[in-house]
């Protein structure tokens, strides 16, 4: 048996883990569920040995041990499987599940038995992929069995799949958690981190909750229903954490897209009206950030894009012009200049007004105070740089950042990515008040509740395509993932 | 299956190479193919060769070696210093220890480099420009800001210059063709660091550090280790570099003597097709790179083109290189 004693991590100021105790049988599934920030990964990372735990130990058959390096998580026989997939892309197949004990010959790598290895473990998950394939050349699904694959052909007595079926389809989830059982049957001690409670109902024999950084509830088979466990995940009945949403609006639509087609991307008809709140539904990689990117200009694509009466064409610069204004997901990629401070970033994308052409130092200051106000963004000083922000309070300023630019539609991707519970409740608030303004917005999310909680009207994407839409009437997060996931209605 | 761009990044600089050979043959058909001119070919670029297959490495790791024509002359000035110190003793033996002096500081200076990147965690740029700038500075100091002439003139020209006579080619005076030593070492280098890359864990550690640094590491690969053997290889090879170019010409001039040879190795590798992104990059498309260099400089100088326009040109092929075989961006 594998076992967390009482561990606590601690990054600087911030406690990711608090006294958290957790184990994990051979021959068992164990669930670990919790909302972003909860502790998961810190913990995960700990049993495979990229942190030490600040106090706290782990041990192994009750012997205690520590895990100095991933090289020493894999001695002891625990492998991870990491949500952001570890593979190299620029070796094959064969080498990657190698990699690290690569059979050898004398100095030479032993390539026959190299491929013998993977097309094993490749067998025991159920999969036909080649060996001698170039990694790049994978699906998103391919690369996750290679890299259960590779687990396994390092004999893992303990296997910790964190988010495996994030970027999978459905029946490429079903295959997946076939192979969870199989492994369970095998004596193999699976942990199964993951959002979909469902998948961690049908597959867990035991789950374990954690909330801010803290072991909140732990379940066996039976008791843990997805509600259950999603109450337990934000520690209040669910529904209060969304205000009111007000009345459907009606009257004509401020922006209109028509015949949107890009890269791997269709959107016949898309149109949202001021003070409306829509949502985009759909699987990772389905190619809702795609539709946003497009909306405001960054992508290419045909079709035609109409603001209020004109129709704007596919350049970043007229459509932020126009009103439209994307926040990004990926805040460190594409969002914010993390080094720079918080002032500079909130009016990023309208220099134009404090610059004559000498920056008006007063202004900017002015400026980011005024926002700080608005949406209560919590910071030492306006000249602090973003990186010293929560998760939370940087999604604040992302948002200060574009509603600067006074847009009459606003798109947000994946708005409480990595922010904590409290200050999701803020976004959310602030969303509603937006919309109450007759701010339009246009949601794009992985959280099915989140859109239930906030959306006028849902629309639903497979595959680059709008497969559908539905009211506040239709919607249900199982309506959603038929949707989603292409299963024809029974 | 097999898209043109992967057509093109397989065998695109091997085209390049055969469709420039061409061009030197039509041009310049009495010079150019002459015996002779092909064997300098690979004579005369002994040197970058040894430092592109080492620069290929520390690309391939994502890395990048500023420092190695500085090493070069610090390596081939200390080595000949002490060949200097012991000629009166018996120049052979002199010259066996000098040479290993030589490539033991190559080492050395490799070493450096590798810790400071791999350890140190500075970024290669960074760490190989500082070496640039100081490697040949310690060069003059050793040279007294000048040259240092061999006192060995009976056996040290003798590393680079001689060879193998080949009885059937002979060249246009009628003499059988001398392939000098210099030649076989770097073919037979370039053959060992090939099938190093390729076929040892070494290699694909390389290639699996350079191609995804955080997923090696979660694999439990030595990265540090690993990372800084990519520049020890690279100081040793400068180090050969350096012994072969102070014997052609019997001297080290410290100042000049691999000057912008770390651009040379760079272009050749990255004409080769090897990315300073890192994870990609191939010894023998090096050598091809190396080639296509050699060739384009051969012509130009058959051509009687100024040598001012020499760069121009460069330039231009290297940037053409690079966008033939730059990838698609995948969506």
Redesign the interface.
Known sequence: MLEARTITRTFGPVTALDNVSWSLRPSEVHGLVGENGAGKSTLLKIL?G?YQPSSGSLALDGKEISLP???SA?NVGIA?V?QEL??????NVS?NIA??M?P?RG???D?GSQEARARDALKRVGSSIDPNQPVSELSLAQQQMVEIARALSQNAQFLILDEPTAVLSAPEVEQLMAVVENLRADGVGVAYVSHHLHEVEHLADRVTVLRDGRHVAEFERGTATPSAMANAMVGRELSEMYPTLPPAPTGDAVLTAREIRG??LFCPLLHVRPGEVVGIAGLVGSGRSELLETLAGFRAASGQVRIGDRIIPGIPSERIAAGVALVHEDRKGTGLHLERPISENAVMARWSAYANPVIQKDKVVECAKSWRERLGIRLGTVNDPVNTLSGGNQQKVSLAKWLETKPKVLLLDEPTRGVDIGARGEIYRLMNELAREGLAVIVVSSELQELLGLCHRIHVMRKGEIVGELNREEMSEEAIMRLAAGVEVA | MKSVGQFVRNYGPLVALVLLFIVGAAMQPEYFLKPENIRNLFAQNVDIGLLAIGMTLVIVTAGIDLSVGSILVLSAAVGLEVINGRASGGETSAVWVGSGVAILTGAALGFLNGMLVAYGRLAPFVVTLCGLVAYRSAALVVGKSGEIRSQAGEVFPNIANSGIELGFLRTATGNALNIPFSVFGLLIVAFAVHF?LE???WG?YL??I???E????????PVARVKTSAYVVMGVLAGMAGLFAASRLNSVSTGSLGGLKELDAIAAAVIGGASLSG??GRIWHTLIGVLILAIINNLLVLQNVSADWQGLVKGVIILLAVLVQRERRV?
Not at chain 1, 86 to 91: C, E, P
Not at chain 2, 214 to 221: I, S
């Open positions: 495979s990229i390096t991933p090289e894999r991870v990491h570890n593979l190299i892309r620029d070796l080498e990699l690290g690569e050898t100095p030479m790598i390539r890269r791997g | 190093a076929r040892t864990r694909r290639v699996a350079g191609s995804n955080r997923a090696a590491h979660y694999a439990a690969l994870g990609k969506e």
